[in-house]
């Protein structure tokens, strides 16, 4: 009788959830069989979410979730990359990078020299690769040429691959590609002149009369070098990164995002995001991460991922930064 009494509990409370999760995130679905099919995923996301925090409070994990506008998607809607492939990183792309002769700081965050433009959203588009390059050029610019610039993601989701469709999975070699286009191309468009329409892929419509930027090339990090990454954010300039999320990842919201076995899956380098800082939190290590999910992400469309911990989730295996 107390078992059954639990369990109608529990699902009064999980329907209150759904309820006030639409009303909050404004959710509109099509018809009852989407919005059936939207109310199980929730569902099981939740349950998620519940496990990961007791945890969290547990004082076993160090970061803590919650539902946000996501909590409705499957992790092949967010993340989208192919299982078959693997990321040659014996294949060196790019340039060397400067050798590092003035002093690298304990902590910074490029937010506060007012060099990193507002977060977006990429929505449904699997164009978070564009996202993150832009994400790293502007403040290279910034920093560099003393300019404050609004880039066209736009332009490359267009134009650096005429196959790129929204819906496709993510190609690792994609952050390269884009680094190269710009370089090739002798430039990317303002924004302002190329604006961003997100979900949707367009002719290439690049004019050379209204670049807002170029670049003399690009460099990597050594595979790994958390250390070297951290030379080159905090005396070059925020780097762009291509990670391994996962359901948990998607509803961050505060902490330092750890994961033990998060390179174990077949699914490894799904993401692509920028690193505009590092730092500590009550004693860990954390890289700030810069989303393209909008305000509704994390922490104002921010991440703190785990620093110095055996380059959790790839985040310094396929790191590049432009040279300006």
Same mark, same amino acid.
């Given at each position: 009788?107390?078992?059954?009494?639990?369990?109608?509990?529990?699902?009064?409370?999980?329907?209150?959830?759904?309820?006030?999760?639409?009303?909050?995130?404004?959710?509109?679905?099509?018809?009852?069989?989407?919005?059936?099919?939207?109310?199980?995923?929730?569902?099981?996301?939740?349950?998620?979410?519940?496990?990961?925090?007791?945890?969290?409070?547990?004082?076993?994990?160090?970061?803590?979730?919650?539902?946000?506008?996501?909590?409705?998607?499957?992790?092949?809607?967010?993340?989208?990359?192919?299982?078959?492939?693997?990321?040659?990183?014996?294949?060196?792309?790019?340039?060397?990078?400067?050798?590092?002769?003035?002093?690298?700081?304990?902590?910074?965050?490029?937010?506060?020299?007012?060099?990193?433009?507002?977060?977006?959203?990429?929505?449904?588009?699997?164009?978070?690769?564009?996202?993150?390059?832009?994400?790293?050029?502007?403040?290279?610019?910034?920093?560099?040429?003393?300019?404050?610039?609004?880039?066209?993601?736009?332009?490359?989701?267009?134009?650096?691959?005429?196959?790129?469709?929204?819906?496709?999975?993510?190609?690792?070699?994609?952050?390269?590609?884009?680094?190269?286009?710009?370089?090739?191309?002798?430039?990317?468009?303002?924004?302002?002149?190329?604006?961003?329409?997100?979900?949707?892929?367009?002719?290439?419509?690049?004019?050379?009369? @209204?670049?807002? /930027?170029? &670049?003399? +090339? $690009?460099? =990597?990090?050594?595979?790994? !070098?958390?250390?070297?990454? *951290?030379?080159?954010?905090?005396?070059?300039?925020?780097?762009?990164?291509?990670?391994?999320?996962?359901?948990?990842?998607?509803?961050?919201?505060?902490?330092?995002?750890?994961?033990?076995?998060?390179?174990?899956?077949?699914?490894?380098? @799904?993401?692509? /995001?920028? &690193?505009? +800082? $590092?730092? =500590?939190?009550?004693?860990? !290590?954390?890289?700030?991460? *810069?989303?393209?999910?909008?305000?509704?992400?994390?922490?104002?469309?921010?991440?703190?991922?785990?620093?110095?911990?055996?380059?959790?989730?790839?985040?310094?295996?396929?790191?590049?930064?432009?040279?300006?």
């Amino acid at each position: 009788m107390k078992l059954c009494l639990l369990i109608f509990v529990q699902t009064v409370f999980a329907v209150e959830e759904w309820n006030s999760f639409k009303v909050t995130y404004h959710k509109v679905y099509q018809n009852p069989d989407e919005e059936n099919f939207r109310q199980n995923v929730f569902l099981e996301n939740l349950k998620l979410i519940k496990a990961q925090n007791e945890k969290y409070e547990q004082g076993l994990s160090s970061f803590s979730v919650g539902v946000n506008r996501f909590t409705d998607l499957s992790k092949q809607e967010l993340f989208s990359s192919k299982p078959s492939a693997h990321f040659d990183s014996s294949v060196k792309i790019g340039s060397s990078g400067p050798s590092f002769t003035q002093d690298v700081p304990d902590s910074i965050d490029w937010r506060d020299f007012g060099v990193i433009s507002r977060v977006y959203d990429q929505l449904l588009c699997q164009s978070c690769w564009a996202f993150a390059v832009v994400g790293a050029i502007e403040p290279h610019v910034a920093i560099h040429e003393q300019r404050n610039v609004s880039l066209s993601e736009q332009n490359l989701i267009d134009c650096v691959d005429s196959n790129f469709a929204c819906d496709d999975y993510l190609d690792r070699e994609i952050v390269d590609k884009t680094y190269q286009y710009i370089i090739n191309n002798n430039g990317i468009d303002t924004l302002e002149s190329y604006p961003n329409i997100y979900y949707s892929v367009g002719s290439c419509n690049f004019s050379a009369e @209204n670049v807002g /930027a170029r &670049i003399l +090339g $690009y460099a =990597n990090v050594t595979e790994g !070098d958390e250390e070297e990454l *951290k030379s080159v954010v905090g005396t070059l300039g925020p780097v762009t990164v291509v990670i391994t999320t996962d359901m948990a990842w998607s509803v961050y919201q505060d902490g330092v995002y750890y994961k033990e076995n998060c390179m174990n899956t077949t699914e490894i380098f @799904n993401h692509a /995001a920028v &690193i505009v +800082g $590092y730092g =500590n939190d009550n004693g860990e !290590d954390y890289w700030l991460v *810069k989303n393209s999910w909008g305000f509704w992400f994390g922490d104002g469309g921010y991440i703190k991922m785990a620093r110095n911990r055996e380059n959790n989730c790839g985040i310094a295996s396929i790191a590049r930064y432009p040279l300006i």
